[in-house]
């Protein structure tokens, strides 16, 4: 059954997903970071977090206190990253996405394109 996209249901999935995942553990082991997602739709802005923490993350919806980078696209462009049929970086230098600390970002590139192959895999409804 699909779970809605950015549900607290599909948070979990993630969740799940990425802590089962060795390759996202390996690349994530020896970082640690407090991502904020804002997806903007309409008027409306969606928000989600993932907290990377050597290897282990935790993944909620709404607000994060402090994060340490945040991400803001359009919920088209989360789409289209979630589905695997956009790079963080192409959609990053065709200015799809905006990155409040370009050099945390890039340090947990690794992590990051590890998180995007298995967030892709969840059978989600958009």
Known sequence: ????????????????????????????????????Q????????????????NGVVEVGTGRAEKPSLTITSTYETAEALAKGELSPMAAFMSGKIEVSNVMSAMGLQGALSSAGAVIKDIDTEY
């Open 1 to 36: 059954m699909a779970i809605r996209f950015l549900s607290e249901e599909w948070a979990q999935a993630v969740k799940d997903g990425l802590n089962a995942n060795e390759a996202f553990r390996s690349a994530s082991k020896g970082s640690r970071a407090l991502i904020q």
């Open 38 to 53: 804002v997806v903007t739709k309409g008027d409306d802005d969606l928000s989600y977090w993932m907290e990377i923490d």
